[in-house]
């Protein structure tokens, strides 16, 4: 069965670099949701879309934007990057905003 | 204080035990969901719950909504189930619908042959 992807799996970027991260949810699926997880940390919720439009937003720096496309791939922008950006940055996906979440492989980005 | 406090934070058992993972939550909640996360990183839906209880094969998970707690049992645990084990809960109530979850510190887990 399909699963979400995210692109690229691994990232590696300088301070005050820019990064864009790429996911690309499970066919039908139109909800697309961002988490963030730090080293040893719990995944922390970014930002989430329903039917490319923005639902709900969690912990996400200003420096960060998200946008979800017509054929609901989402990708997640982040400028200005920072060490404490480093983590694994997961997407899930779901059949639509009441369903369950299904879980990307992540991409770590690495700051240096 | 967390929002979801999930024990043991880590278990250690032989092959064969039957696991029990709890979690409680101290918000208000549309859903409980059940994850897994190996060592690699990525992250396998395990369970999504509003009410009740679910089985999927040797996995079972309870949730007690007036009592803001769940469980995930493991029956006949085997070296493959190592892991961490992560409660996450979804508030529902922001409006638009597509809440994100919010998560417990995790359980890590270790069955040894």
């Known amino acids: 069965a399909a699963g979400v992807i995210q692109s690229p799996r691994h990232l590696i970027k300088e301070k005050r670099e820019t990064a864009t991260l790429k996911c690309y949810p499970i066919?039908?699926?139109?909800?697309v949701y961002w988490y963030q997880q730090g080293p040893g940390q719990d995944p922390q919720f970014l930002i989430s879309?329903?039917?490319?439009?923005?639902?709900d937003k969690g912990s996400i720096p200003d420096r960060f934007s998200a946008q979800q496309f017509s054929d609901y791939h989402s990708e997640l922008n982040m400028s200005s990057l920072e060490l404490g950006d480093s983590a694994l940055y997961f997407c899930?996906?779901?059949?639509?905003?009441?369903?369950?979440?299904?879980f990307g492989p992540g991409t770590r980005l690495t700051v240096l | 204080k967390n929002e979801v406090e999930q024990s043991p934070q880590n278990l250690t058992a032989q092959e064969g035990e039957f696991i029990t993972i709890n979690c409680s939550y101290s918000v208000g909640i549309s859903a409980l969901h059940w994850l897994q996360q190996h060592p690699g990183g990525g992250i396998v839906s395990l369970f999504m719950?509003?009410?009740g209880k679910k089985k999927h094969g040797r996995l079972i998970a309870t949730i007690n909504i007036q009592e803001k707690h769940s469980s995930l049992h493991i029956t006949a645990s085997h070296p493959r189930d190592s892991a961490v084990y992560i409660c996450a809960v979804r508030s529902g109530y922001s409006g638009g619908g597509a809440d994100g979850l919010t998560f417990g510190k995790g359980t890590h887990l270790i069955i040894q042959p």
């Open positions: 719950l509003s009410s």
């Open positions: 066919p039908r699926h139109d909800t």
């Open positions: 899930a996906t779901a059949l639509d905003r009441y369903n369950e979440q299904f």
């Open positions: 879309f329903y039917e490319k439009m923005q639902s």
